[in-house]
């Protein structure tokens, strides 16, 4: 079974989240005593909230003391909680207002990179707007005001939570096993000729197959297995996939079977990286533009290699060429990394196995909330949204949502009538000034609701 997606709860002793666990949980299950100093042990259960299952961590408070005594320790496991949940759910009291306690960890949700979801409790009524108002100045985005008494909120809160618990089911997903240590998934893509079958063959020479030819990742293709070892002497898996039989292919130098563009877009459904080969003597036309842009659609990071590199000519000016080309052609990625490879002699085989590595790594990284918001403020000032019929747009702040790609989203006020050209900005400076470099980056804009408006 996959893991289900975990939400922590925060807070200082006394904000009710037990009450708010029980009530996600739906049994009477916790111990509803949130005196400080009353101690408990971390709890967790599955949750619903609106027919979608998490699994929810009721943390052991968050007391502001030294890490030898009890509560010292009970703040360690509350940190971890975070760290390992998809997101962290800040529950304040809104009756009480914000308390320093409150700021401080407000501080430290805001250095992790784990997303926060900031809730103001005991908000029934009118009870609790002032302190709605203040928890702005938490600097968390829009508090949510729920009752987990009454059962309050319920809808807004499932709203805020749902881009982290709602999770589609991730294709790649594997279990306990850090990324560093799966199989890079690759799939190698381009015109007929440009010599994939070639190139596949080669690195399997040079490497070892960990296992047989696996058949049917998708129609007409198999999954190899091997390992590659890289500069450091460090082996790494990887899957490779081989559609329409391209392996078997160079064997039998059946040169009918083509690689069609049907094949291209099953390959790089499978893939987490996608390697673009283009013949060298040709260079880059019409149809590469086109596999290059719709892996980046898709979401996929993509590696460009120019193949026959042993007998292209101007080596330079052939490489510059297509630098510019692609820089032209796929102006939604800059600076996708480009590589000269010779499938025949293998020169250049190290430098793609190790861009693809990388440019993975990239693909699969969290920013951390704190760094993102610094540089967001700045993008801001630098350049302000601009006011369409007259009528401002502000944005407040921005979260990564997802990775692989790398997903965020934009809260402000009429977020939704950003011209396009400023979230090209945005992404643009995503890319540029935070180090996603060349992989693609997905915004999406969205319209906050009123705390205090239409009730739950
Ligand atoms: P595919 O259709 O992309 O799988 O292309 P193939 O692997 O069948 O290669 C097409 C042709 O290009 C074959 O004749 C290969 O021998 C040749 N070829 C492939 N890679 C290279 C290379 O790096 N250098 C040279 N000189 N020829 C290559």
Redesign the pocket.
């Known amino acids: 079974m996959p893991k289900l997606p975990t939400v922590a709860i925060v807070g200082r002793p006394n904000v009710g989240k037990s009450t708010l666990f029980n009530r996600l949980v739906g049994k009477k299950l916790a111990l509803v005593d949130d005196r400080p100093g009353v101690t408990r042990d971390r709890r967790e259960g599955d949750a619903i909230l609106l027919g979608t299952e998490f699994r929810i961590i009721d943390t052991a408070g968050f007391e502001d003391e030294d890490p030898e005594t009890l509560p010292g320790r009970m703040r360690a496991q509350t940190v971890a909680a975070v760290k390992e949940a998809d997101a962290a759910l800040f529950v304040i009291d809104a009756r009480a207002g914000i308390t320093p306690l409150d700021e401080e960890i407000a501080r430290w949700l805001r250095s992790e990179t784990t997303p926060v979801i900031l809730a103001g409790n005991k908000a029934e009524g009118k009870a609790g707007e002032s302190g709605l108002l203040e928890a702005y100045s938490l600097g968390l985005g829009d508090p949510i005001g729920i009752s987990a008494e009454h059962g309050e909120g319920v809808a807004d809160l499932y709203e805020q939570l749902a881009p982290y618990i709602e999770r589609e089911e991730d294709p790649f997903a594997e279990e306990d096993v850090p990324e560093e240590d799966r199989p890079l998934k690759l799939a190698i893509v381009?015109r007929?000729?440009?010599?994939?079958?070639?190139?596949i063959n080669r690195i399997l020479e040079q490497e070892r197959l960990i296992t047989g030819p696996e058949a049917g990742i998708t129609r007409d293709s198999i999954a190899i297995d091997w390992e590659w070892k890289d500069g450091e002497g460090k082996v790494r898996p990887v899957r490779l996939i081989d559609t329409a039989g391209?392996r078997k292919?160079?064997r039998v130098q059946d040169k009918l079977e083509k690689?069609s563009v049907a094949d291209a877009r099953r390959a790089v459904d499978f893939a987490e990286v996608v390697v673009l080969l283009l013949d060298g003597t040709l260079g880059l036309e019409a149809q590469d533009l086109r596999i290059a842009d719709n892996a980046l659609q898709e979401g996929r990071a993509l590696v460009i290699a120019i193949?026959?590199w042993?007998?292209a000519d101007n080596h330079s000016s052939l490489f510059q060429g297509i630098r510019a080309a692609l820089e032209e052609g796929l102006s939604q990625v800059r600076g996708v990394p480009l590589i000269a490879v010779?499938?025949?002699t293998g020169k250049g085989i190290d430098q793609l196995l190790s861009a693809a590595f990388e440019v993975r790594d990239i693909w699969s990284r969290r920013v951390s909330t704190g760094e993102l918001n610094r540089w967001f403020e700045r993008a801001v000032e630098n350049n302000p949204p601009p006011a369409p019929g007259g009528k401002r747009i502000k944005l407040r702040y921005i979260t990564q949502v997802n990775t692989r790609p790398p997903s965020f989203v934009l809260f402000g006020t009429r977020v939704d009538e950003l011209p396009e050209s400023y979230k090209r900005y945005l992404v643009n400076g995503i890319r540029k000034e935070l180090g996603f470099g060349a992989v693609p980056v997905r915004l999406h804009a969205r319209a906050p609701k009123n705390p205090f408006g239409g009730g739950s």
């Open positions: 381009g007929p000729n440009a010599g994939k079958s070639t190139l391209m292919k160079a690689l193949n026959k042993d007998v010779s499938a025949r």
